[in-house]
């Protein structure tokens, strides 16, 4: 081990990050298991388009077909399984050197990688929540929210090389990220044009605080490359990811417990 990260693994500014991330862990932890456990047998479909032609009317479609169901408490549980799993990696004694070593240049590889599983997990469910059932577009805007998240780690990357901050990678990563909200958004406004019934608050509800949530991760960036105040510290912006990321995991999950998964 580098003498210089193993000197700073001993500061205490690292020790407590350490069990910050570990108590952080055991609360996503803790939540996921109540998840599973609490939750009711509420799915909804994911469907594969299947195309078809009318000879009568010359016309090609495209009717969807149930391919199976998702049940989303335990979908749920995942994003939080995940985000449990990133933080009990990173206080482990062969990796707890290798993130403060990464800290140190300014970069998380893993809150990245995480960020992109659980958050596109997190999309998926508020897609299907507001009526997107179909796989292709599920799939894509699984990906696009992935690509959000490996931009703003290529930002992260990018910029121990260079002299100014280069806001590339962060400016692409908002494009990609604005994409599904967008496609959310209309799939809810066509819903609600549509629909006899009324589409329940609980959907407004998680719409606005995640698309919220997930523009203060954004803001927390810019803070800190912009060094403003307290983000003058890297670490200071590690932690307000960390403590953005259970809040954000939290207010969705309870949001769709309260909505549809809590038991009749």
């Known amino acids: 081990m580098d003498p210089a990260v193993s000197l700073a693994v001993k500061e205490p500014v ?12 055991f609360l996503h932890l803790i939540q996921g298991v109540m998840m599973l456990v609490l939750s009711n047998n509420f799915s909804l479909p994911v469907q594969s388009p299947s195309l078809s032609f009318t000879i009568a009317g010359n016309v090609l ?3 969807a077909t149930d391919w199976f169901s998702l049940r989303i408490g ?3 549980a995942v994003f939080l399984f995940l985000s449990a799993l990133a933080h009990f990696l990173l206080t482990l004694p062969g990796v707890f050197p290798w993130y403060v070593r990464n800290l140190q240049r300014k970069i998380n590889y893993i809150r990245w990688w995480e960020y992109a599983f659980s ?3 997190m999309i998926l469910i508020i897609a299907m929540l507001n009526g997107i059932y179909d796989f292709p577009s599920l799939l894509m805007m699984f990906s696009l929210n992935a690509l959000m998240n490996f931009w703003g780690l290529m930002m992260e990357v990018h910029n121990q090389t260079t002299k100014q901050t280069n806001w590339m990678a962060y400016l692409f990563g908002c494009f990609a990220g604005i994409i599904p909200w967008v496609v959310i958004v209309i799939y809810l406004l066509t819903a609600r044009n549509s629909l006899a019934a009324p ?3 609980f959907v407004y509800w998680i719409l606005v605080s995640i698309f919220v949530f997930f523009n203060i991760f954004a803001i927390n960036m810019v803070l800190q490359y912009k060094k403003v105040g307290r983000w003058k510290d890297y670490l200071y912006g590690e932690r307000i990811y ?5 809040v954000a995991k939290s207010l969705l999950a309870w949001q769709i417990f309260a909505g549809t998964l809590r038991p009749q």
């Open 74 to 76: 335990p979908f749920v």
């Open 242 to 246: 960390i403590l953005l990321s259970l």
């Open 14 to 25: 690292f020790r407590r990050l350490r069990r910050y991330n570990a108590f952080m862990g």
């Open 199 to 201: 589409i329940p608050s």
């Open 119 to 121: 958050s596109s997990i």
């Open 61 to 63: 479609s495209a009717p």
